[in-house]
């Protein structure tokens, strides 16, 4: 089992930035790929990012450019910087992990609020 801790949302003005971090613990040992998902109100969870034990990443198109995702392996960390936020960046952020034997853990998620 995976545990994470995760940190840094909150509430921000259109441009402006944030930086969120999740770290894992339990038996981080296992992971292969990090990440971050995030689901608005009446929308499904879709992907943001994710990056892989090699710092392979991945992004959605709508943040590309915008976000930057990076991982501590030491640390068992994850990290997303974003900038240029929107209004349609405001949602709920949950980490994610998948392990070596495709188990996936969530994160309780993070509030981020893009707003004026």
């Known amino acids: 089992q995976v545990q994470f801790v995760e940190s840094g949302g909150g509430l921000v003005q259109p441009g402006g930035s944030l930086r969120l971090s999740c770290a894992a613990s339990g038996r981080p040992s296992s992971i292969y790929v990090m990440g971050w998902y995030r689901q608005s109100p009446g929308r499904q969870r879709e992907l943001v990012a994710t990056?892989?034990?090699?710092?392979?990443?991945n992004y959605a198109d709508s943040v590309k450019d915008r976000f930057t995702i990076s991982r501590d392996n030491a640390k068992n960390a994850v990290y997303l910087q974003m900038n240029s936020l929107k209004f349609e960046d405001t949602a709920v952020y949950f980490c994610?992990?998948?392990?070596?034997?495709?188990?996936?853990?969530w994160g309780q998620g993070t509030q981020v609020t893009v707003s004026s």
């Open positions: 990056i892989t034990n090699t710092h392979t990443t």
């Open positions: 994610y992990a998948a392990s070596w034997s495709s188990e996936n853990y």
